[in-house]
C-alpha cells in the first residue's frame, strides 16, 4: 500500500468526552494503560505497509504532538514521506466549517504527495486493522469511495456511529441522514479509501458552501452519483464517542479474547516508549483481573481495573471496576469504584469515590480529593 496516504482527521468537538477531553484533543486521549487512542488506527496504517501518515488536528493538539514526536516509534521518521502533523488555519475554532475546508486549505500538501489513493480515518477508534484486502477490493470493484464498518455487538447501540444497508457484492444502498433512522447493525467506522484525485474533487465542490463535512456533504448527499461501496472491518473495533464508550472499550481490555485480537496476530500496535521500572508489588498488594502499566507500586487491593504508569495504591487502598491514569495515588484507606481518574488525580486517605456499576464517574487532571 506505498501508493495510499493516511489521513488521520481529528475534528471531532473537545468536549466529546467531557474532562477527558478538555486539556487535550481526543486522539491523545489515554488509553490502556500505556497507549494513546491515536496509537491504534496509526499503528494500523503502518502495519498495512502505509509509510506517509497527515495527522490534521483541530484544537488542544499540544499533547498530541508531543506524543507523535518525529514518528520515529511508527517507523515514520524518514527523509521522504514519514509523519506529517498539520494544524488547521482557521482561528478561532468558530470559524472552521468542516474537514472539507481543512483539506482545502492543505491541498498543497497533497498535490506534492506521490501517492494516488487516501485512506482517511478518525483518531478514536480502538482497532488492529489490516487494510491490504479493502485496497485490493477498492481498486477491484472501482469504486469511487469505500467506506468501513463494523456488524459487532459492541456498535449496535452506539446512537452516535451512523448505520447503512449494504447490496450483496458491496454496493451502499443507503447511509443514515441522522444516526437511528435505520434498523441496522452495520455501523460505519468514519474510515473512507478514495482516490485522491476524487477527494480533492469533492473539496473544490464545496468552496462555495457554507457546508464541508466528508461524510454527510460530500458522500451522503451524492449517493445517488457515486459507486460506493463498504467493506467488513474484522477483529475488536471499539469506536470512542463517549465517556461511556471509553470506560466500556477499555474495561473490554480485561478480556484475554480482546487482548489477543488487538496484540496478537497482526502487526503491533506502537506507542511512545517509556522507561519505567517494573511494577512493584509490596506487602499487603491484592491484584486479581487487571493490567497494570510499568511504574505502578501496590500495597493495597487492585481488582477488575486498569492501571497506568506511575500509579500509587498505598497500604488498606481498594480499587475496583476502574480506570487510573498516570502517576495517580489512592491513599492509605482510600477506595476508588467504578470511576476514571485523569492524570495526576490524588485521593487522600480514608476518602472514597464511587460512580454506579456501568456509568462511571470521571475525576479531572490533576485533582486532589
Known amino acids: 500500500m506505498k501508493d495510499v496516504l493516511g489521513v488521520i482527521n481529528v475534528d471531532i468537538r473537545d468536549d466529546t468526552l467531557g474532562e477527558l477531553t478538555r486539556p487535550r484533543c481526543i486522539a491523545s486521549v489515554p488509553f490502556g494503560g500505556k497507549y494513546r487512542l491515536v496509537d491504534f488506527i496509526l499503528s494500523s496504517m503502518v502495519n498495512s505497509g502505509i509509510q506517509n501518515v497527515a495527522v490534521f488536528p483541530l484544537n488542544n493538539y499540544r499533547s498530541l504532538m508531543e506524543h507523535l514526536g518525529s514518528g520515529q516509534e511508527w517507523d515514520l521518521h524518514r527523509k521522504k514521506n514519514g509523519l506529517i502533523i498539520l494544524p488547521p488555519v482557521y482561528y478561532p475554532a468558530a470559524n472552521y466549517k468542516g474537514d472539507l475546508f481543512n483539506f482545502y486549505s492543505h491541498q498543497d500538501f497533497f498535490n506534492h504527495r506521490r501517492q494516488q489513493y487516501v485512506l482517511i480515518s478518525g483518531g478514536n477508534m480502538v482497532c488492529n486493522l489490516d487494510f491490504t484486502s479493502a485496497f485490493k477490493f477498492h481498486c477491484r470493484e472501482e469504486a469511487d469511495i469505500t467506506l468501513f464498518y463494523s456488524d459487532k455487538d459492541g456498535l449496535k447501540n452506539q446512537i452516535l456511529s451512523r448505520g447503512l444497508e449494504v447490496e450483496?457484492?458491496?454496493?451502499?444502498?443507503?447511509?443514515?441522514?441522522?444516526?437511528?433512522?435505520?434498523?441496522?447493525?452495520?455501523?460505519?467506522?468514519?474510515?473512507?479509501?478514495?482516490?485522491?484525485?476524487?477527494?480533492?474533487?469533492?473539496?473544490?465542490?464545496?468552496?462555495?458552501?457554507?457546508?464541508?463535512?466528508?461524510?454527510?456533504?460530500?458522500?451522503?448527499?451524492?449517493?445517488?452519483?457515486?459507486?460506493?461501496?463498504?467493506?467488513?472491518?474484522?477483529?475488536?473495533?471499539?469506536?470512542?464517542?463517549?465517556?461511556?464508550?471509553?470506560?466500556?472499550?477499555?474495561?473490554?481490555?480485561?478480556?484475554?479474547?480482546?487482548?489477543?485480537?488487538?496484540?496478537?496476530?497482526?502487526?503491533?500496535?506502537?506507542?511512545?516508549?517509556?522507561?519505567?521500572?517494573?511494577?512493584?508489588?509490596?506487602?499487603?498488594?491484592?491484584?486479581?483481573?487487571?493490567?497494570?502499566?510499568?511504574?505502578?507500586?501496590?500495597?493495597?487491593?487492585?481488582?477488575?481495573?486498569?492501571?497506568?504508569?506511575?500509579?500509587?495504591?498505598?497500604?488498606?487502598?481498594?480499587v475496583k471496576d476502574s480506570i487510573i491514569m498516570r502517576r495517580g495515588e489512592i491513599k492509605e484507606g482510600a477506595r476508588v469504584q467504578n470511576a476514571i481518574l485523569d492524570k495526576e488525580v490524588k485521593i487522600s486517605r480514608g476518602k472514597t469515590v464511587t460512580g454506579r456499576s456501568g456509568l462511571s464517574v470521571l475525576i479531572p487532571k490533576e485533582k486532589e480529593i
Do not use: W
Open 168 to 318: 450483496e457484492g458491496g454496493r451502499v444502498r443507503r447511509i443514515e441522514k441522522t444516526p437511528g433512522e435505520l434498523e441496522s447493525s452495520k455501523k460505519l467506522l468514519g474510515t473512507y479509501l478514495l482516490s485522491k484525485r476524487f477527494l480533492l474533487e469533492i473539496v473544490k465542490s464545496r468552496l462555495n458552501s457554507d457546508y464541508g463535512d466528508l461524510l454527510q456533504n460530500g458522500i451522503i448527499d451524492n449517493i445517488d452519483s457515486l459507486k460506493i461501496y463498504a467493506f467488513p472491518a474484522t477483529g475488536y473495533i471499539g469506536v470512542i464517542n463517549s465517556v461511556l464508550q471509553y470506560y466500556r472499550c477499555s474495561m473490554d481490555l480485561l478480556y484475554s479474547r480482546v487482548r489477543e485480537e488487538l496484540f496478537s496476530g497482526k502487526g503491533p500496535i506502537s506507542t511512545r516508549t517509556k522507561d519505567d521500572p517494573p511494577v512493584g508489588y509490596l506487602n499487603g498488594a491484592q491484584v486479581t483481573n487487571s493490567l497494570l502499566a510499568n511504574g505502578c507500586q501496590i500495597a493495597g487491593k487492585v481488582e477488575n481495573s486498569i492501571l497506568f504508569r506511575g500509579v500509587k495504591v498505598h497500604p488498606g487502598a481498594q
